[in-house]
């Protein structure tokens, strides 16, 4: 009862007129965001283009066509790898000389040609392996569209094919997609762009969440502070506990609020960069399920009790800083650890796959807490648990330890009598 | 027998500061408040008020000594304590969002989750503050005075057995200052204990039974403030404190 009239106290607190602005403030952020992220796409995929020369191709038809390709494709310049076995072993031999992909000129393919007609497939391997940006690009596209512009070449030297359709496109791509020992029949782009979609969703609540959610306790109990509410509550008959525990759960709730009001925004927005991939291409859904990329029940239910975990560790940390804090002001640049703590792992997340960075880099990226939580649905989704779980209870190893620090701050007089200036010098008491 | 609303033996709380050396803020400081009683604690600023009320507040803990509330170890039972004490910060303010009703709804539920209780309660303080319908106002629009008896209703409504006040009249005009004396009278003669503290001296004398003379940590001198002023044949508290620091008297 005495709790449940704090909370609600709490709840009123936090939703102010400025943290409603607040929110508009995130939701701008993050169009500007998603317009860099575009960006960032475009440039990826660009670079992949123009860094092409380099193909492994396994030559199945071995017949004078295909070699005359081939030949002509060194003349001008290309670096060609001969592969040969099974797609799988074709796709690892690549993988292994330092190739994203690898091309597969099928047998008949010159009968193919010759008859004219259907543009031939060459098959074309690709793998997913994490959820980071780049490791979902790939330029393999281009490298079926350079064999496609020799060979269109080729065949106008010739002479002699009434389709000019057929002679200026002869091949299209056959796109095979693996993810670890499994693979369909769908183009890699179209599944990397699904994939984002669903790994980058999860890491952005956690975001807002969390920035929010930190934010708001440190303001509120700063004011407490200087306003000296908070010795009266202190001093009132109610557990420090659920003073610290409305508190927490008003921030959480009210951060929950604005996550969902962003969701809305944020879907509507990415709405329109996805919609074509996601028409274009039928069976997606199927495809992600036979590749086990999409998030099971119980998948979800890890990855919330992540999400929590990591809110909770938001919160135990803003409410330490807002309790030694002087004033509310240098208790909003307090905050900025935290922001960074979230800021870095966030980021660098977004646009790398964290499990194949190197030595140093990586065990500092997985020191931080909240990095778990950015890698925690890719994980789940490409079925590293062992990592995951392992951020899972190093999170709440962190979390136990900060809570108990955090109600032992409020046990102990150290609020009245430990106080950091945080960027301002101690003035001397002298009035 | 009658207890005693307080108890304080030989207190003393020392800070710990890696710059400034360890400072002394209350130094073997002993006293006690009868029942019905108003204790002013007075000294300069810097003298030990605000720690001392701290401590027997359950902020603090003292470096030494011992507090008893109400016949109520403080460094063992703090919970039992802040049952029966309330606390009215120095310079407090309140929820400003909130309105003047709302506040006091909300700290009586603090106090008790019985509902008649808590009406009780509210009722009380809205008799003592006697804001009227500007209760209706969030306190964003009250003004420091205004504030100060909201925060002072809410500080006795409860009827505690010790109320503790830092400064209840600090920045208010000689008007709200001269209500705030006579509503603590008034409670007191109907038997609630204060604690007080004040470095106005003069005011002091017409609140309080008994006075304290703190500085530098140190209590110098306890008594009714005719008594001391006789003992040291001075005119007001003002010159017996003169007198006490100086050295002069020894109580
Ligand atoms: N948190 C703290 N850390 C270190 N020293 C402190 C702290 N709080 C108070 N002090 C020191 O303790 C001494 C007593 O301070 P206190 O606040 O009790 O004085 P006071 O009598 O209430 O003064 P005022 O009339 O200005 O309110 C002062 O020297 C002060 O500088
Ligand atoms: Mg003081």
Known sequence: ?431 | MQEKALVIEDLCKTYRSSKNGDVKAVDHVSFDIDKGEVFALIGPNGAGKTTTIRMVATLLKPTSGNILVDGIPVAEKAEKVREVITYLPDEAGAYKSMTGIGYLQFMASLFTADKEKAKEYVDAACSINKLGDRLKDKIGSYSRGMIRKLLLSRAVMTRPALAILDEPTSGLDIINALDIRRMIRSLAKEGMSFLVSSHNMLEIEYVSDKVGIINKGKLLAVGKAQELKQRCGAENLEEVFEKVVSGDEVF
């Open chain 1, 1 to 431: 009862m005495k709790f449940f009239s704090l909370f609600k106290k709490e709840v009123r607190e936090m939703l102010t007129f400025q943290t409603i602005l607040s929110l508009v403030f995130g939701v701008l952020l993050f169009i500007v965001l998603g317009s860099v992220m575009k960006g960032v796409q475009e440039d990826a995929s660009n670079q992949m283009l123009e860094g092409m020369g380099k193909l492994a191709i396994s030559d199945q038809d071995q017949s004078a066509l295909s070699q005359q390709v081939l030949q002509q494709m060194r003349d001008q310049g290309y670096q060609i790898e001969l592969l040969e076995g099974s797609d799988d072993e074709i796709l690892r031999a690549a993988q292994e000389k330092g190739y994203q992909s690898a091309l597969v000129i099928p047998e008949g393919f010159e009968q193919g040609i010759e008859k004219g007609g259907e543009p031939q497939k060459i098959r074309l391997l690709n793998e997913i392996k994490g959820g980071g940006m780049t490791s979902l690009m790939s330029g393999a596209e281009g490298s079926v569209e350079a064999i496609n512009d020799t060979l269109s070449a080729i065949l106008i030297e010739e002479g002699g094919y009434e389709d000019a359709a057929f002679v200026r496109n002869p091949v299209v791509a056959d796109e095979f997609t693996y993810v670890g020992d499994k693979s369909v029949n769908v183009s890699a782009s179209v599944l990397s762009g699904l994939i984002m979609m669903q790994g980058i969703f999860i890491p952005i609540i956690v975001f807002i969440l969390v920035m929010f959610a930190s934010q708001m306790t440190v303001s509120a109990i700063a004011n407490e502070k200087a306003d000296k509410t908070l010795e009266t509550l202190l001093c009132a008959p109610v557990s420090r506990f659920s003073v610290l525990g409305a508190k927490m759960l008003a921030a959480a709730l009210v951060a929950l609020l604005q996550a969902v009001v962003f969701m809305f925004g944020f879907r509507f927005y990415m709405g329109g960069m996805t919609a074509g991939a996601m028409e274009g291409a039928s069976g997606i859904g199927t495809a992600l399920n036979t590749l086990g990329l999409t998030l099971g029940p119980a998948d979800y239910l890890l990855v919330g009790l992540q999400m929590f975990l990591t809110i909770m560790i938001a919160l135990c940390l803003s409410t330490m800083l807002g309790a030694m804090a002087n004033d509310v002001k240098s208790a909003q640049t307090a905050v900025m650890p935290i922001m960074l703590l979230i800021m870095v792992p966030y980021f660098f997340t977004l646009f790398l796959d964290v499990n194949t960075l190197s030595g140093v880099g990586k065990y500092l990226l997985y020191a931080i807490p909240f990095t778990h939580t950015f890698t925690a649905a890719n994980n789940v989704m490409f079925g590293n648990y062992t990592v995951f779980l392992g951020g899972l209870a190093y999170q709440a190893v962190f979390f136990a330890v900060l809570m108990f620090l955090t109600v032992k701050l409020f046990n102990s007089d150290k609020l009245f009598t430990m106080q950091l200036n945080f960027g301002k010098k101690k003035k001397v008491a002298a009035e």
